[in-house]
């Protein structure tokens, strides 16, 4: 029902955007202005009258569906509750990581100890968590966003900063690094301004790749960990050997 109420949302916008009035698409349909009020109102659309009014509109069924899918809201950061919801079931927590990725359901029970009816039910929990929106056949709609984020100081963050980097920093032994760069020096602000926009660049390049690859095959994608971190910071061992002087210039 909800998908319905969406798609007739986007229907009336696109009509109101074209200049049609109930009146004026009535006639053009050759039915009482009654009618169509009518068929708005308690929702009741048969395909056949869906696709004469998209023609009306010169769109297809098809680019009314597309429209009505990109002006759903995405999912920019989830509640505290939620968050702790998450973090309390960690195979909730695993199947919320890999919905994001774009798993197909067969390969998540395949490759994890997740049998198949506690699939289902995690991705309903999911679905009440407006993560995803449940389809039939084990399907799903990711409600992310790409500009998802953790709760900053949240249950996440402090989960992530406590387990997980300290871990990815310490890769397991025979554990390659793909990539490894540290860079250190001292900007100004603007300079700094300029660094964090293109992190966050490629943060986003990052999780459109994510999302291209998603289609892919689970067995033709490898399982990535990129972390990108910024902050004002010296090594204890030199910090250690400042004077007095320049700490009290630095204040």
């Not at 699939?119 to 995803?132: E, H, W």
Request: glycine content about 4%; some cysteine.
């Amino acid at each position: 029902m909800q998908q319905i109420k969406q798609l007739i949302g986007t229907l009336k916008r696109s009509l109101k955007q074209r200049g049609f009035t109930y009146k004026s698409l009535a006639e053009r349909l050759d039915l009482s202005e009654a009618s169509i009020k009518r068929c708005f109102a308690q929702e009741a659309f048969t395909l056949e009258r869906l696709a004469q009014i998209c023609d009306v509109m010169d769109l297809t069924l098809s680019e009314l569906f597309q429209l009505s899918e990109r002006e759903q809201p995405a999912l920019s950061q989830l509640t505290e509750e939620q968050e702790k919801e998450l973090l309390a079931n960690p195979k909730l927590l695993l199947m919320a990581v890999l919905v994001r990725d774009g798993w197909q359901f067969d390969d998540i029970t395949g490759h994890y100890e997740i049998d198949p009816l506690e699939g289902v039910r995690l991705l309903a929990k999911l679905d009440k968590l407006r993560l995803i929106e449940l389809l039939p056949g084990n399907r799903y709609r990711l409600r992310i966003g790409q500009n998802f984020r953790w709760i900053p100081g949240g249950p996440l963050a402090q989960f992530m900063e406590q387990e997980v980097m300290v871990k990815f920093m310490a890769p397991k032994r025979g554990e390659p690094w793909l990539f490894r760069l540290y860079i250190r020096g001292r900007y100004s602000e603007e300079s700094i301004r300029i660094i964090e926009k293109r992190l966050k660049q490629l943060s986003t390049e990052a999780a459109e790749l994510n999302d291209a690859d998603s289609s892919l095959p689970v067995s033709e994608r490898t399982h990535i960990g990129m972390l990108l971190a910024m902050r004002p910071w010296e090594p204890s061992l030199f910090e250690k050997m400042r004077r007095e002087q320049s700490e009290a210039q630095q204040q």
